[in-house]
């Protein structure tokens, strides 16, 4: 009735972001973002009875990044290379009891908290490792957790209820009730219908309220915003889920979003400065369908095709959200095959991100115009093999065909890109 994990994991990357424009040095420098990140982390499961359920965890995390790139002086014409650190360690907790109590349903109670402590370093001129002129360093620490508390129960003639309410602490914010409830109806033996509706609680990051200046795109400043206030999120929902044969599943939604405080970039001049300032938009909101269809074509294959149309507003520019598609999609096969101790699995899928827009940050003669993004095709492959449940091996290939993407102003996503994995489970 008892069991305990232990999870560990190890990472390290590097970006490279093309090499410097304007450095006082020939050859230019590469403009580079690395990291590493190193996790533990236990969790306990018990089981007193058949009707009571308990769970305990967390983790301790470690994160160390290094932004190699170029940044502005006062005192000269051009940029000079510059190497920026941030290291971070966070302690998770959290844990949560069910009982299922019969007639009253099923309920749930948890907490989570989570003790963040970042330290942003100085920009540093990478090649005297002086700290240029105007930057800073900064050290904050920031607490929050959560308390929640949830019912499903189910009513008489094929009705289900689920309800629920969570209160936000935040050291630096104060505390925030969130609210919800669901109800579910099996109309027929084929046909579901629900409908639900919320609200949520994104206290600002860390480093959306405090990370010193960063440089990027030759003189563009992304700047933190000590005085944000949190976003706050009202939703609502309804749809239906059918079975006209066994095989065959059909999920059709439509929701709408009310958005308050949403935490976005508003490019600002200032100073002469383009700054991208992280800010709050008073009003958003968000409305649209998600349409699914899902066909069981052999006991061993799978074909799901999906359609998403969202359209936003920022109210008080009367524009839609940035980056955010109208329309996009995705259709997927996937198959899962034993052959005695081998077992095979894989999909195929082919997604569509649609047009959208965003602001323009980098021609002030276009200050703050709304240009959009042209929409991309992207194929991904995934394939695994696993031998007596012990010993596997797994190929993922995302952008297969090399399609060019454009993810962001003036940000190229990766070509095709393969990772292999190979693992083994020693006890």
Not at 28 to 39: D, I, K, N, T
Not at 96 to 107: A, C, E, K, M, N
Not at 239 to 268: C, E, H, R
Not at 273 to 279: G, K, N, T
Request: hydrophobic share 40%.
């Amino acid at each position: 009735n008892l069991d305990l994990t232990l999870h560990t994991r190890y990472f390290q990357s590097d970006l490279g972001w093309g090499l410097t424009r304007d450095t006082l040095h020939d050859p230019p420098y590469e403009v580079s973002m690395a990291g590493r990140m190193f996790l533990v982390g236990p969790q306990l499961k018990a089981s007193f009875n058949r009707n009571t359920d308990m769970n305990l965890g967390g983790f301790f995390r470690v994160v160390e990044g290094v932004f190699h790139g170029e940044t502005p002086v006062t005192y000269q014409d051009a940029n000079v290379p510059s190497v920026w650190h941030s290291n971070s360690s966070d302690w998770q907790f959290e844990g949560s009891l069910v009982y299922r109590s019969g007639i009253p349903g099923t309920w749930t109670a948890g907490f989570d908290c989570l003790f963040n402590t970042i330290d942003f370093g100085a920009t540093l001129d990478s090649r005297t490792s002086d700290t240029i002129e105007g930057a800073y360093g900064i050290n904050r620490n920031i607490a929050a957790g959560g308390f929640y508390l949830q019912n499903e129960l189910k009513l008489p003639w094929r009705l289900e209820l689920i309800s629920g309410l969570r209160l936000d602490l935040n050291s630096a914010f104060s505390p925030s009730l969130s609210p919800k409830i669901g109800i579910v109806w099996q109309a027929h033996q084929k046909l579901f219908l629900r409908a639900s509706s919320g609200t949520a609680f994104r206290a600002p990051a860390v480093s959306e309220l405090f990370m010193p200046d960063m440089i990027v795109q030759g003189d563009v400043r992304v700047r933190a915003n000590p005085e944000l206030e949190p976003e706050r999120i009202q939703s609502y929902d309804a749809g239906f889920t059918v079975k006209p044969f066994t095989a065959l599943t059909l999920v059709s939604t439509v929701y709408y979003n009310v958005m308050s405080d949403l935490i976005t970039q508003q490019i600002v001049l200032s100073g002469g400065q383009v700054l991208a300032r992280h800010s709050n938009i008073n009003s958003a909101v968000s409305w649209g369908t998600e349409q699914q269809i899902e066909w069981e074509a052999l006991p061993w294959i799978n074909l799901n095709l999906n359609y998403n149309y969202q359209n936003t507003e920022n109210v008080q520019r009367e524009e839609p959200l940035d980056y955010i598609p109208f329309h996009s999609g995705a259709l997927r096969a996937s198959f899962h095959r034993s052959f005695g101790n081998i077992r095979a699995q894989g999909s195929l899928a082919q997604l569509l991100v649609g047009e959208r827009g965003y602001v323009e940050m980098q021609n002030l003669r276009f200050f703050n115009q709304f240009l959009m993004i042209e929409p991309y095709t992207r194929t991904d492959l995934y394939l695994k093999c696993t031998y007596k449940q012990k010993y596997w091996a797994s190929l993922s290939v995302q952008n297969m065909f090399n399609a060019d993407i454009e993810e962001s102003q003036g940000t190229l996503a990766p070509g095709r890109f393969f990772s292999l994995e190979l693992g083994a489970r020693v006890f």
